[in-house]
């Protein structure tokens, strides 16, 4: 950072409890002890009103965790290569992880990652909520390995599911994109909350009451029941990951 050249300004807003988008120029450095050699930006938690934590790390070509990061009982975990390679570690298992692969650390496992080169990543993690017969597994993929499918029945809006749709997992992670003049089939209003990181292009969102230009390396939180959709624009495919939560009844 350096001295600024024109009157401060940004797009970011937050409305806790709600929503908040967040752009890539306001993102600050956050220490964080088990990650070192990285610049760890935290984007959403439970201070601002989402039910999860997310972060946006940038590695640099010693970036690392000094053991298995969000490895505490309760908590699962996902990691998102967003470009770079990675040597990550779940549990038993080791693998290369390059860009657009992605695993998910069931509850208590945790995951260690070091850095091959310069890369930047996703980390989530979030409170496992438990069903009695059922349980998650360590998934590992690759977004580039995954076919879009149409989204409902719109040929210009496409989805990717991340995760297994099996009752074991409470959480999915989704990459949808939308083609130029692609947009959601209605304003959903809906109890899940959705963190999402803008993988590319530009799009029109609609956020509560407001439409915002939004556009690659952006973060968005919506609260739940908040009215959202989105619109595609410019030349570029607008696509984004998002979490959601999954079948689980809200808990009293």
Same mark, same amino acid.
């Given at each position: 950072m350096s001295y600024p050249n024109d009157l401060l300004s940004t797009r970011a807003v937050v409305k806790p409890g709600l929503w908040a988008v967040i752009p890539k120029d306001g993102l600050v450095n956050n220490v964080i002890p088990g990650i070192e050699g990285c610049r760890v930006?935290?984007?959403?938690?439970?201070?601002?009103?989402?039910?999860?934590?997310q972060y946006v790390v940038d590695a640099g070509s010693h970036g690392k965790t000094l053991g298995a990061w969000a490895a505490e009982c309760g908590i699962e975990s996902f990691l998102y290569c967003a470009s770079g390679k990675l040597q990550v570690c779940v549990g038993e298992e080791k693998k290369e992880v390059t860009s657009g692969g992605y695993v998910y650390a069931p509850a208590g496992t945790g995951i260690s990652f070091k850095s091959i080169g310069e890369s930047k990543l996703l980390l989530y993690k979030q409170v496992y909520i438990p069903v009695e017969g059922h349980a998650p597994y360590i998934v590992w993929g690759n977004v580039n390995e995954i076919e879009y499918r149409i989204y409902e029945d719109m040929e210009n809006?496409?989805?990717?599911?991340?995760?297994?749709?099996?009752?074991?997992? *409470?959480?999915? #992670?989704? @990459?949808?994109?939308?083609?130029?003049?692609?947009?959601? %089939?209605? &304003?959903?209003?809906?109890?899940?909350?959705?963190?999402?990181?803008?993988?590319?292009?530009?799009?029109?969102?609609?956020?509560? *009451?407001?439409? #915002?230009? @939004?556009?690659?390396?952006?973060?968005?939180?919506?609260? %739940?029941? &908040?009215?959202?959709?989105?619109?595609?624009?410019?030349?570029?495919?607008?696509?984004y990951i998002y979490s959601k939560d999954c079948n689980r009844d809200v808990i009293l």
């Open positions: 930006s935290i984007v959403a938690s439970p201070k601002m009103g989402a039910s999860f934590v809006v496409l989805i990717k599911d991340l995760l297994p749709t099996e009752i074991g997992f *409470d959480m999915n #992670m989704h @990459i949808l994109a939308f083609k130029p003049g692609g947009c959601h %089939p209605i &304003v959903e209003t809906h109890v899940q909350e959705h963190g999402a990181y803008i993988l590319s292009g530009e799009g029109m969102y609609f956020m509560d *009451d407001r439409w #915002m230009g @939004i556009k690659k390396d952006d973060f968005m939180w919506f609260g %739940p029941y &908040v009215p959202q959709c989105a619109y595609g624009v410019g030349r570029d495919l607008f696509a």
